[in-house]
Nanobody, 121 residues
Framework: QVQLVESGGGLVQHGGSLTLSCTAS????????MGWYRQAPGKQRELVAT???????NYADSVKGRFTISRDNTKKMVYVQMNSLKPDDTAVYYC???????????????WGKGTLVTVSS
């Protein structure tokens, strides 16, 4: 089975920083894109940032310049460094990874269970 486990969420003050981590574990052959999404209360899940295994990144406009996504392919981990946090960043943050279970198999998206980030005003 494939598991994605997030860590690093918590309560932080407006303007503060937080780093989220996500580890992929289980039996699989390859990971291409990894990323972070978030869902605020009463809202749909939205993209935060993604990073391809080659290093290419993509960010939501709302976090550009404040958040930095990175990954460690040897550790099968993805991170997001979040700076200048705002109350609007309050959400459950989910890790996502496109994983190929077997050689020649399709890439399938997997999700973690999420970690809550609360930014106080």
């Amino acid at each position: 089975q494939v598991q994605l486990v997030e860590s690093g969420g918590g309560l932080v003050q407006h303007g503060g920083s937080l780093t989220l981590s996500c580890t992929a574990s289980g039996s699989f052959f390859n990971i291409n894109t990894m990323g972070w999404y978030r869902q605020a209360p009463g809202k749909q899940r939205e993209l935060v940032a993604t990073i391809h295994n080659g290093g290419g990144t993509n960010y939501a406009d709302s976090v550009k310049g404040r958040f930095t996504i990175s990954r460690d392919n040897t550790k099968k981990m993805v991170y997001v460094q979040m700076n200048s946090l705002k109350p609007d960043d309050t959400a459950v943050y989910y890790c996502n990874a496109n994983i190929q279970r077997f050689i020649g198999g399709a890439f399938v998206g997997y999700w973690g269970k999420g970690t809550l980030v609360t930014v106080s005003s």
